[in-house]
């Protein structure tokens, strides 16, 4: 008995190929909104004692099964979850990034770009034309403004810099010695868990966390859950006009891309007043590398340019906008992470 007969497939052309391609990133909108619909759904939390029934994940979600079902089959083929047969599914490689209270989440950040910053991608075809971002126009409101007046919004924008901040002083750490630093300032500094983690991490250093005056509040428990209240100062103000004078480091981490030049420049030279001629300042941020190089900085600076009309830099606009402020960038430290460290010092 012979099988059915099969069709020799030839391959297709480069062009058909390259169209194909296409199709595959221009998909990449359906990962984004099924992460953060997954992430919104806590679906990570439900599994992470192992695989569980479809039929119990779509109960403790309040979800439609067949729909649910649907939504992590689509996720495990990213290695979010995994097909644990018998209807069931657990975590796949990626899934503990899913975790609400996970030591490596990124939850909350799939929250905010899946959100706000995803809504807002609606206007990027007139923020392209204008050069103006876009997210007021669609919100109302200018994105730090929102995240200030949306509880729901601002919860996942607040607990997704304290990711980032758990990321960034692991790197931090590892890639610089702040041996001889006695006290720092960490400008724009937000819940305070990064300075937490440094002042953690060397008991003889001093530190300020300083931001807007509401979100400084809410560092006082931070600090006092990591043991270091009585080494840190927490300041509101504004820091276009002024930050805190006279430490020996200035710390701005993910501050700068938020702002463009005219901007970043008024809050460099802030700091160039505060700082004392034997200071140092330094940047944690993305450095865009030549344009054929794969970067999720050239994709983070679309997302400055349309929610906040800030932009990423390159080593040579940073040195730049750093000289025109009365620094000079010193040296550049590769962190480990996508995001480089970058030491300056007043001149």
Not at 103 to 112: A, G, I, T
């Amino acid at each position: 008995m012979t099988g059915p007969a099969r069709t020799a497939v030839r391959s297709a052309p480069p062009g058909a190929r390259g169209s194909g391609e296409l199709l595959d990133l221009m998909r990449g909108f359906v990962v984004a909104k099924s992460l953060f619909v997954a992430a919104d759904l806590a679906v990570a939390d439900l599994l992470a004692g192992g695989p569980r029934p479809v039929a119990e994940l779509a109960a403790a979600t309040e979800t439609h099964p067949d729909a649910l079902r649907r939504l992590l089959r689509a996720l495990c083929g990213v290695e979010v979850f995994t097909d644990a047969g018998g209807d069931r599914f657990g975590l796949g490689r990626l899934g503990p990034g899913l975790l609400t209270a996970g030591p490596h989440s990124v939850r909350n950040w799939l929250l905010v770009n899946g959100g706000p910053v995803f809504r807002a991608f609606d206007g990027m075809p007139e923020a392209v034309r204008s050069g103006r971002p876009a997210f007021a126009d669609l919100f109302g409101r200018s994105f730090f403004d929102h995240m200030k007046r949306s509880t729901q919004d601002g919860q996942w924008f607040h607990a997704a810099m304290d990711e980032i901040s758990r990321r960034t002083a692991d790197a931090l750490l590892a890639a610089y010695d702040f041996r001889g630093v006695t006290s720092v300032v960490d400008v724009g500094g937000g819940r305070g868990g990064l300075l937490a983690a440094l002042l953690r991490a060397h008991a003889s250093l001093r530190g300020t966390v300083f931001d807007r005056p509401e979100v400084v509040r809410t560092a006082r428990a931070t600090v006092a859950a990591a043991g270091v209240a009585d080494r840190c100062e927490l300041r509101g103000g504004d820091f276009f006009r002024s930050v805190p004078a006279g430490a020996d480091c200035y710390l701005l981490s993910w501050i700068l891309h938020d702002w463009d030049d005219s901007a970043a420049l008024r809050l460099l030279r802030s700091c160039r007043r505060a700082i004392p001629a034997t200071g140092r300042l330094l940047l944690v941020e993305a450095l865009l590398p030549p344009a054929d190089r794969p970067h999720f900085a050239h994709f983070g600076d679309l997302v400055m340019l349309v929610a906040l009309g800030g932009r990423e830099r390159t080593e040579e606009q940073y040195a730049a906008l750093l000289a025109a402020a009365g620094f000079r960038l010193a040296r550049v430290i590769p962190t480990g992470e996508p995001r480089s460290l970058l030491e300056a010092v007043p001149w």
